[in-house]
């Protein structure tokens, strides 16, 4: 086929996992072919099965530490391939650092060989714990480089870095997303992150764990949103990094309170100690991505939280998944 009727391309690294599967099928149907590179350590088959019977998907297993061989050309490069949730990262603290090091360096070869856009999956955590608030793309950040956390922010910091040092030196086309807290179906119930902790214990009917008092505020941006702004980004002449999330900030009670409500629950909280740097404070500023992007999130959190609800509660009827936390 020649390059004008080829249709366009797209890897996503990480594809098999919760934000890259999504993302996936939203480039699906949009009309790209896409190559989904995965070595299914914290993603699943599962989250891709639907889409191996489609023609335009291709599923390898590969790992990102390793130097990338598609054996194709490739147009766009969005590189998520990392362990992201807090459990996953402190079971697998190496992996997560050369993830972020020598995956993303991988990525950014194969991209500028095949002078393909790169958009690097970095996140709100580069923050640390911030003194700003909400956070522009401007703060530098307060991270802790030798607390438990760092395997993960220092990991996607150094691949900002690389990112940048790429496009200055190879003027490689990278754009940098950093991405505020994403929920929505295909979480893994066990995976600790706040959502699918407390719809698992929601379902269960059992009281809701909170760490510290629960004032500590989250911005939670539904799946979708997130896989829209990932393609925005990368269809768009912006370099970065650009914050993608929902500024519609709620504290860690209101959000079980929530959860409790659309379950048809009442909340019974079990506080349990602090987390160490676990950040008081977490909301984007979207300005940047509404400006240059056009993009901002239209799902609201209550309508996000319903449909999640409703994946979790089929899925347990289903018996599908292990809902034990
Ligand atoms: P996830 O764990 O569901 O997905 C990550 C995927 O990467 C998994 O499928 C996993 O198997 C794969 N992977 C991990 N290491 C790999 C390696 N060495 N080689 C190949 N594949 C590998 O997590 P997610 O929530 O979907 O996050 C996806 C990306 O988005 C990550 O880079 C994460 O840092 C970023 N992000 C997510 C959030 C969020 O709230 N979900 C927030 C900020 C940033």
Excluded at 173 to 184: D, E, V
């Amino acid at each position: 086929m020649g390059v004008l009727n080829r249709r366009r391309t797209a890897l996503v690294t990480g594809g098999a996992g919760f934000v890259g599967s999504h993302l996936c099928e939203r480039l699906l149907a949009r009309g790209w072919r896409v190559v989904c590179l995965d070595n299914l350590s914290t993603g699943s088959a599962r989250n891709i099965e639907h889409l191996t019977v489609v023609p335009e998907f291709r599923f390898v297993e590969a790992d990102v530490t390793e130097p990338l061989e598609l054996g194709e050309r490739t147009d766009l490069v969005f590189h998520l391939a990392s362990p992201a949730s807090p459990r996953d990262y402190l079971r697998l603290p190496l992996e997560t650092l050369r993830a972020g090091s020598l995956g993303t360096e991988h990525a950014l070869r194969l991209a500028t060989a095949c002078d393909a856009r790169l958009v690097l999956a970095s996140t709100s955590e580069v923050y640390g714990d911030p003194e700003v608030h909400p956070q522009p793309e401007s703060y530098p950040g307060r991270v802790n480089p030798v607390g438990p956390r760092s395997v993960y922010d220092e990991a996607k910091r150094y691949a900002e870095a690389i990112t940048a040092a790429y496009r200055r030196e190879f003027g490689t086309r990278t754009a940098i997303a950093r991405i505020f807290n994403t929920y929505g179906p295909r979480m893994r119930a066990d995976d600790g992150r706040l959502v699918p902790t407390f719809i698992t214990q929601a379902l269960r009917d059992r009281p809701f764990t909170v760490n510290g008092n629960g004032t500590q505020t989250r911005s939670l941006c539904y799946v979708d949103d997130t896989a829209d702004g990932l393609i925005a980004l990368a269809l768009s002449d912006a370099h970065g990094p650009v914050n993608l999330g929902n500024p519609d900030e709620r504290s860690v009670l209101e959000i079980a309170e929530l959860i409790a409500a659309l379950a048809g629950v009442d909340l019974r909280v079990d506080f349990r100690p602090e987390l160490q740097d676990d950040p008081r404070q977490r909301c984007p500023d979207v300005r940047t991505a509404r400006g240059l992007l056009r993009w901002e999130p239209v799902v609201s959190v209550e309508e996000g939280l319903g449909r999640t609800l409703e994946w979790f509660r089929e899925e347990a009827s289903a018996g599908a998944r292990d809902v034990s936390v």
